[in-house]
């Protein structure tokens, strides 16, 4: 969890069967569900940041690509990307 000089209080509602993810987590790992939850939305915030960096990196190539398979092969590669399977 990050060091922060101050924290401030945010109320959140979890659907029940999260709620009790959170708390069977909380217990395994002998810390707070607040702990937990904090350090899950730090996870998911680092991870988002990297899939964004993957896509600009993507798109990059993408650009760059000058040989027709290549460009194909990373247009599809971004399509997935962008849409999914």
Same mark, same amino acid.
């Given at each position: 969890m990050a060091?922060?000089k %101050?924290?401030?209080? %945010?109320s959140v509602s979890?659907p029940?069967? $999260?709620? @009790?993810r959170?708390k069977?987590?909380? @217990?395994a790992? !002998?810390r707070?569900p607040?702990?937990i939850?904090v #350090?899950l939305?730090?996870? &998911?915030? #680092?991870?988002r @940041? %990297?899939k *964004?960096r993957?896509?600009?990196? $993507?798109? &990059? +190539?993408? +650009?760059?690509a000058t040989?027709? #398979?290549?460009v194909k092969a990373? &247009? *599809? #590669?971004? &399509? !997935?990307f962008?849409?999914?399977?």
């Amino acid at each position: 969890m990050a060091a922060t000089k %101050q924290s401030i209080r %945010q109320s959140v509602s979890l659907p029940p069967r $999260l709620a @009790k993810r959170v708390k069977s987590l909380a @217990k395994a790992e !002998r810390r707070s569900p607040n702990h937990i939850l904090v #350090e899950l939305i730090e996870e &998911g915030m #680092e991870a988002r @940041k %990297q899939k *964004e960096r993957a896509f600009f990196d $993507l798109a &990059g +190539r993408f +650009r760059a690509a000058t040989n027709p #398979e290549q460009v194909k092969a990373l &247009g *599809e #590669e971004l &399509g !997935r990307f962008v849409f999914g399977e």
